[in-house]
Every structure is written in C-alpha cells, then in structure tokens.
C-alpha cells in the first residue's frame, strides 16, 4: 500500500460495521440510541495506557480483545445486557497491519457479546486505547457495590491471581512451567468477561463488583459502599493448577507462598466477578455456576463493622501489606 491512509479511511476501513441495534452508529456526529421502555442504561468507561496497562509492543489482536473486555467485565459486575460501545483511540501512527488486527480483536469479542461499535474518536498520539460501554438492565435490578447485608456469603468466580502470576513470570521474578505460564499468559492477556454471570445474578446477589484491581482492593469497595465488613477464609481463594503447582502446602510463608499469596489476594487483572448473596441463595448459585460452566466459590461472609479481615485455615489472622493496585499509591 502506498498513500497514507486518511482518518476518514481508517475509521471506515477498520471501524465501522453495521448497527442494526442502534439508531444511527459511526458517521454523523453523535450516535443515537434508543432504550427500551423500562430499562435503565449502564454507561462505563476504561482506559489503558501504555506502559501502565499493556507493554508497547503488545499483539494488537489481543490488546482489541482486552480494550473491550476489561468494559465488558465492568457491565457483567453490574448485571446489565451489553449493547454499545464507543471508542477513542490515540495512535502513534497509522498502521494497517496493527489496526487490522486491533480491531478484528476487538470485534470477534464484540460480536460474541453484541455489542454495536456507534463511535468513537481517532488521534495521533502516544497509544492509548479507551472504551466507553453501554449496556441495558430493567429498572432497579442492576448489581450494585452498596447492597451488601451483614450474613451474606460472599463468592467469587473462578480463579484469582493467574494474570498476576504471569506478570510476576514475565518480570523475572518467578518461572512457571511451560503450560502454567501459558494459562497464565491467557488469563492476563485475553481475559474473559463474565457477563453471563453478571446477567444470572440479577435478584440474587445483593451487591457485585469486577476484581480488576485485586480481590482485596475491590471487596474493599462493595465494604465501604455496604458500610459493612468481610471475613474471607484464605484456604477457600480459588486457586488454578499453575498457582496450586506454586505452593504444595497450603501455609503461605515466606517466598513462593509470600508471592501466591499476594497474587491471589491483591493480584491484579483478573476481571472476575465477587458478590455477595445471602445465604439462603447458595443452591441457586450452584445452578448457575452448572449452567454457566464457570466455577463459584464461596470465599467469606459478610459481617457489622468495617475492613476485610483475612484468616488461615488455622484460624490465625492474616496480615495483609498489599491489598491491590492504586495508579496514585
Ligand atoms: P467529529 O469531528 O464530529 O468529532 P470525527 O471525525 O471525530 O467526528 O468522527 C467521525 C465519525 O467517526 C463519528 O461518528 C465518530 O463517532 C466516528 N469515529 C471516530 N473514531 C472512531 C473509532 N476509533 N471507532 C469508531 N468510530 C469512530
Ligand atoms: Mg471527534
């Protein structure tokens, strides 16, 4: 290919598909949407930086797949049906084979969920990739951080800490074995919304959140909301086989059991879901852990007062340093 491409051909060549969900998608400027009588509309945005987020020379496909995935984690937290999304990307320059491969990441996840591309903006920049994400739920039933009741049990989907673990891999500062790091590698680079979830716990759980930040950082969220606190059992952390292979015995102390252990409570990247529901709902959520072929594990309850306490299968207190990303601590 020869003449630069324009940013009208770029936005039409890799950015524009049709919309039959929406009024008016890419092209004018404004979208226009229309929200069925009696639902409410989920609007989330999320950015990342590169270098914060993702290393510079990350595979364009799978930085499209996780651009909108880690949006899509934030829709499923809230239990509301994904729709639209806008997106606005700063590039460093104009090239094809990136964005070809961005966005054909970025759509083969979008069209697994049906989300509508509507718009966006394009500028030439450091690279930069934000969504903005709307989804749909019907009046007064979306998941929110502030329903959490003292008694309730508190869950979590399937496994924490594998994105940290690869992390930790690709820093040096652990080496797993080749099919851990590559499961690992999968859990931090192509994370999997858990939308179906999110959908299925509408009036069941009282309050959900995405554990983007760390299991600590974030259940700290839904405490402060609740004004409530959490007691988590530390040997009911779902573990995956890449971070059981880190520790065969269950005391985390010193070394490994030091790294599994801030990996699996305050390791970042793992978009599942946490919530609480009391307990009464425990056979439904089993139901809806078959049906959804996605493991849940009870992890804790919801008690008065504040703070999360974590305690070994002992009973003892675990004291905790690290309880997640901060981009400002
Ligand atoms: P304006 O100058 O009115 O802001 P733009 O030139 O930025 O419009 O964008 C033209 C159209 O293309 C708009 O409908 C906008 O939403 C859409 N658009 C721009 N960038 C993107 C993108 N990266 N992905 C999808 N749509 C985009
Ligand atoms: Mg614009």
Request: aromatic share 6%.
């Amino acid at each position: 290919m020869s003449k630069p491409m324009s940013e009208f051909d770029l936005i039409q060549r890799y950015f524009t598909r049709p919309t039959p969900g929406a009024v008016l998608g890419v092209g004018d400027d404004a979208a226009l949407l229309r929200i069925p009588d009696g639902m409410e509309l989920a609007v989330s945005t999320d950015m990342l930086v590169s270098g914060t987020h993702f290393f510079p020379d990350a595979a364009p496909y799978l930085l499209g797949h996780k651009t909108l995935a880690v949006n899509l984690s934030d829709l499923a937290a809230m239990g509301a049906q994904p729709r639209w999304a806008t997106l606005a990307l700063s590039l460093p320059q104009a090239d094809e084979a990136w964005l070809r491969n961005f966005s054909a990441g970025f759509f083969a996840l979008a069209e697994q969920h049906g989300v509508e591309l509507i718009g966006g903006d394009t500028t030439r920049g450091p690279l930069n990739l934000c969504v903005t994400i709307m989804g749909v739920a019907p009046q007064g039933a979306a998941l929110r951080r502030d329903g959490a009741k003292a008694g309730d049990d508190i869950w979590v989907s399937g496994t924490l800490g594998d994105a940290a673990l690869a992390l930790a891999h690709l820093q040096g500062r652990i080496v797993l074995a080749a099919e851990e790091l590559a499961a690992c590698a999968q859990r931090l680079h192509q994370p999997e919304p858990r939308v179906a979830l999110g959908l299925a716990l509408r009036g069941m759980a009282h309050s959900a959140i995405d554990v983007s930040d760390g299991l600590l950082a974030d259940l700290e969220h839904i405490l402060e909301c609740s004004k409530v606190g959490a007691e988590v059992q530390f040997e009911a952390l779902p573990r995956s086989p890449a971070m059981r292979s880190l520790s065969p015995s269950p005391s985390p102390a010193g070394g490994r059991g030091e790294l599994m252990q801030r990996c699996l409570l305050a390791g970042g990247d793992d978009y599942e879901l946490c919530f609480t529901a009391p307990a009464a709902r425990r056979k439904e959520i089993e139901d809806i852990s078959r049906q959804t072929g996605l493991p849940l594990a009870r992890i804790g309850v919801i008690v008065a007062g504040s703070g999360c306490m974590v305690r070994a299968a002992d009973g003892s207190v675990i004291k905790i340093e690290d309880s997640g990303y901060d981009h400002f601590r």
